[in-house]
């Protein structure tokens, strides 16, 4: 297929960014190619994780097989520490609020600066959730567009006016980044199928992996008046009209407008 490239809005990252939908395989062997290979040291962060030793046995076990001998763990509770020669850090899967309080304002910030500095970041499941400035960090769980259902928070900030969330098609999560839309207007959000990753460079943004990268923009949500709604359940339901939706896969380039 050819490849194609799709506009939309501005990101300006200034490092380089591979998010994850979580059950990263594939993904994770397009993600050590990029940090280096055989040549590469890898940071693993896994403080989302609740079983974080399993979590870093595993990529130990995966990663050398795919060459790296360099690797590093961060331990939760002990100072995070980036060496000069990381070429890629890696933030594991489970709940972005867990990541975010394990790594505290410092940690946030060492990653924010190794970004800035042209770093490589990669995050699968709630690693890639929770790289925007503003995150999902929960609920909806009927999946249905209730008004106050969505919960959200305050991410690592490593991109400007996005929302991520993941795995996308197998937890029907559409109608979450519809609602992400509404709370933050302007904002592009980016919905990451299983085992399928983006690469952000500067303004530019391909697909990997096997499943599709959901992009969504712009809507108006259609809700009742205030009237009405004051005789409704707080969480009465409301409609999106007018939403722009990019669906691409591997190969494909999202290159937002400046």
Wanted: proline content about 3%; glycine content about 14%; overall charge positive.
């Amino acid at each position: 297929m050819k490849k194609s490239t799709v506009t939309g809005l501005p990101l300006h990252a200034t490092g380089r960014l591979f998010i994850i939908g979580g059950r990263a395989k594939r993904c994770l062997t397009n993600f050590v190619k990029l940090a280096g290979g055989e040549n590469a040291h890898i940071l693993v962060i896994p403080f989302a994780s609740t079983v974080p030793l399993e979590v870093c046995q595993d990529l130990d076990k995966e990663m050398r097989k795919k060459g790296v001998s360099k690797i590093t763990f961060a331990v939760a509770g002990k100072r995070l520490v980036i060496d000069d020669d990381v070429t890629g850090i890696y933030l594991t899967g489970g709940d972005q609020n867990d990541l975010l309080d394990r790594l505290g304002k410092i940690g946030a910030t060492k990653l924010r600066r190794y970004f800035r500095n042209g770093g490589l970041i990669a995050g699968t499941s709630a690693g890639a959730a929770a790289v925007g400035f503003d995150i999902i960090t929960g609920g909806m769980t009927d999946g249905l567009l209730r008004e106050g259902s969505l919960t959200v928070g305050k991410g690592l900030g490593l991109l400007t006016n996005t929302i991520v969330d993941t795995h996308f098609l197998a937890r029907a999560r559409f109608n979450r980044l519809l609602a992400a839309g509404q709370l933050f207007p302007g904002a592009l959000g980016i919905g990451l199928d299983e085992d399928t990753g983006l690469l952000i460079e500067a303004d530019r943004m391909t697909v990997f992996g096997v499943g599709h990268v959901t992009f969504v923009s712009g809507g108006t949500a259609v809700k009742p008046s205030a009237k009405k709604a004051a005789r409704m359940r707080p969480d009465f339901l409301y409609s999106v009209v007018g939403t722009s939706v990019s669906v691409l896969n591997a190969g494909q380039v999202y290159a937002p407008a400046l």
